[in-house]
């Protein structure tokens, strides 16, 4: 079983849908929950964070945490064709890279 | 924001033939440098993590003999693929910490755009 689990997509939605991107865990060590989003050849850029539980919003994004079911989300509300990315989870233990695990990521095309 | 570049973009090179591939800090020093392998539709692979002045440390599986890390500077690090075959094709992708202690992600690791080396 893989450490993160990610359904690689591809997810296509118009333009101003809500969009759902999830991830699942199986390593209940895991205390920081990332989302990066990365642009075609282009390296992942970090896009919100969060620690342990809970809801984080910034702007258009929210990211919700359920450790209880090892869920993590991602919303997109009002997706713009600029969002259209391939959006990483991922997921550690403490702050060092060595102990960062990656999903697949996620191929998002918003249409305008 | 902490940029990082790599070079070059987009190598292509002969079976049997070494590559090196460089990962720059460009405003911040990194004492930390890693390099990530990205397989199309598969996740980041941490492939090793190099610390200035000091050998690299490189995850089970991936051989040190073939993939050479030096961490020369606080702002350079190369990996070069030795003898690159076919099945070394993909995206490697580095990233540098600039801090020793961060606090939280934002401070871990900065990413390069990446370099896609396709071996023929």
């Known amino acids: 079983q893989k450490e993160v689990e990610q359904d690689p997509g591809p997810l296509s939605v118009p333009e101003g849908a809500i969009v759902s991107l999830n991830c699942t865990y199986s390593?209940?060590?895991?205390?920081?929950f990332m989302w990066y989003r990365q642009y075609s050849r282009k390296g992942p850029e970090l896009l919100m964070y969060?620690?342990?539980?809970g809801n984080k919003e910034d702007g258009r994004f929210t990211a919700q945490v359920d450790k209880s079911s090892k869920y993590i989300s991602l919303f997109i509300r009002d997706s713009q064709p600029s969002d259209s990315a391939t959006y990483l989870c991922?997921?550690?233990?403490?702050?060092?890279?060595?102990?960062?695990?990656f999903g697949t990521g996620t191929r998002l095309t918003v249409i305008p | 924001g902490a940029v990082v570049s790599q070079h070059p973009s987009w190598v292509i090179c002969k079976s049997g033939t070494s590559v090196k591939i460089e990962c720059r800090s460009l405003?911040?020093?990194?004492?930390?440098m890693f390099w990530y392998r990205q397989f199309p539709k598969q996740s980041l692979m941490l492939m090793a993590t190099?610390?200035?002045?000091?050998?690299?440390?490189?995850e089970q599986g991936v051989e040190k003999d073939k993939f050479l890390i030096n961490h020369a500077s606080l702002t350079l690090s190369t990996l070069t693929v030795t003898s690159a075959h076919p099945e070394d094709s993909s995206f490697y992708i580095c990233?540098?910490?600039?801090?020793?202690?961060?606090?939280?992600?934002?401070?871990?690791?900065?990413f390069g755009p990446g370099t896609r080396l396709t071996v023929l």
């Open positions: 990233s540098a910490s600039p801090l020793a202690g961060a606090l939280s992600p934002a401070d871990t690791q900065y």
């Open positions: 390593n209940s060590a895991f205390q920081y």
């Open positions: 969060t620690y342990s539980s």
């Open positions: 991922a997921m550690s233990s403490g702050l060092g890279a060595n102990n960062l695990f």
């Open positions: 405003d911040f020093q990194a004492t930390t």
């Open positions: 190099s610390n200035e002045g000091s050998k690299a440390t490189y």
